[in-house]
């Protein structure tokens, strides 16, 4: 099982896009979700989370632009970005805890990222 990140792209500031990530293949189970994001020369931070459950968290740089949600029967989470500024240019990774097997345990897993451009 992989997930799979898509929307990533090239953007003016003010602008607005949308990330989608779900996995390669349909897992048992699938419980919280997140996007992280790592610009050049900078960690991996947290940028949004969702529980199963649709409980949100935010980080206070994206608050009140971003919005994480997710299609539990598709297992699909998605990221709504507005107002986008240069300092939001980062690759963006989608993670999530997975079960691939009703035999298994949860386990976190990772996309390959997509590149966000926030530039005029």
């Known amino acids: 099982v992989q997930l799979v990140e898509s929307g990533g792209g090239l953007v003016q500031p003010g602008g607005s896009l949308r990330l989608s990530c779900a996995p390669s293949?349909?897992?048992?189970?699938?419980?919280?979700m997140r996007w992280y994001r790592q610009a050049p020369g900078k960690q991996r931070d947290l940028v949004a989370s969702i529980t199963k459950g649709g409980e949100t968290n935010y980080a206070d740089s994206v608050k009140g632009r971003f919005t994480i949600s997710r299609d539990n029967a598709e297992n699909t989470v998605y990221l709504q970005m507005n107002t986008l500024k240069p300092e939001d240019t980062a690759v963006y990774y989608c993670?999530?805890?997975?079960?691939?097997?009703?035999?298994?345990?949860?386990?976190?897993?990772w996309g390959k990222g997509t590149l966000v451009t926030v530039s005029s």
């Open positions: 993670n999530a805890e997975l079960k691939v097997t009703m035999f298994r345990s949860y386990v976190d897993y």
């Open positions: 293949s349909r897992p048992f189970g699938t419980n919280t």
